[in-house]
């Protein structure tokens, strides 16, 4: 289905190729405080530089992207979308929706701004089509140390003494675990169920697909431990978004969160250390990490190319990088930012990218596997499926692609 999507997207893409869009605005789906504090800085060097400045805003990458997809084919799109950078950005190059950002990035080296790791998320094909603007390291644990310690709780270090955590926590009246209703919440939760499970390869070799690894025993003790920990969420969790799920954790109703490095705005008037924690996957030495930044589409007006031009000068500005990812707790994707700029979660992020091992998140990979692992993550975890029966669901929805 996904393929035949594509293909005909393709076909139609080559009928608007001469198509004039008159739109310049920038598609969008950082709505959290951090984010949309990130967005006010890319947006203030735009306008700097002379951009007017106009953007669409959404719940979900998947709302962002799909609204950009038919917009495109109705002959106006948005110059750039923000999102994870790698599958889902594919998905607009293969359909020819992308702009060739390839001579911008030759007058300003973007070459030599970035690692060639994350320079490769901004390309498709040997072409620049993507700006990368952060890198996110998502297999975080938050913790309400207000909570543990009221419970006669240490944080915990390994699975087990995680497990043994939850009990306590249950009997004295919190919830254990926060998880919100929806399915890339429960799927970042799932992540630190894997890497309980196998650990840095196992996760690396689930992610790229392979089949043996998916269809191992160890991704049945990662349904397993995904089972394990159901028990001590709460009822509400049906439809929850992720931010009022983190306030249940920031008001300390739960003790526990499983998010990305965005949730960190929620805890701004709370002392880190002391009040709340930030730990990546205390189990183990892994960090699960993409790059998120902004695709450009492409479009044939001049206006439009002025003001792509302008907004790609403003988000490869390492000043303005470093500054929207302080605002956004989270990492520059440029070379050279200064270690000392970062505090608290950013820092520990780079203490532990510096010494563990990296793996690709799940959302920086095609639109195919990512669903996949999607759809099957929320389907057992909100379904009666053995463990054995979710690896054998995931391992044919895999297979399916």
Known sequence: MIKRYFVAMVATAMFLANTSFAETDVSHNWNAEGEAAALAVFKATYESLGGTWKESAFPKTEDSQASTKTRFLGGNPPMAVQGALGGSTADFANAGM?????????????????????AGSGKHDGKWVSIPVFVDTVNWLFTNKGVLDAAGVSEP?????????????????????AIGGEDWQETVAFDHMILAAGGASFY????????????????????????TIREFTDEGKAGRSWNDTNNLVVSGKAAYIFMGPWATGGYADMEEGKDWSCRLTPWSNTVTALADGFHFIKSDNSAD??????????LTDLDTQVKAAAAKGTLPAMKGADPAEFSGCSTKAVDRMNSGETATHWNALSSGLKSALKDTV????NGDMSPAEGRDALLAAVKDI
């Open 98 to 118: 992308s702009a060739d950002l390839s001579a911008y990035a030759a007058s300003g080296n973007w070459d030599d701004l970035y690692t060639s790791g994350i």
């Open 157 to 177: 270090t390994t699975w087990n003494d995680f497990v043994d955590s939850l009990s306590t926590l249950k009997n004295a009246g919190v919830i254990p675990v």
């Open 204 to 227: 690396e070799n689930v992610m790229s697909g392979d089949l043996d690894a998916i269809g191992s025993d160890a991704m049945v003790q990662a349904f397993a431990n995904f089972a």
């Open 305 to 314: 190319k002025e003001a792509q031009r302008l907004f790609a000068a403003a």
């Open 378 to 381: 929320t389907a057992f975890w």
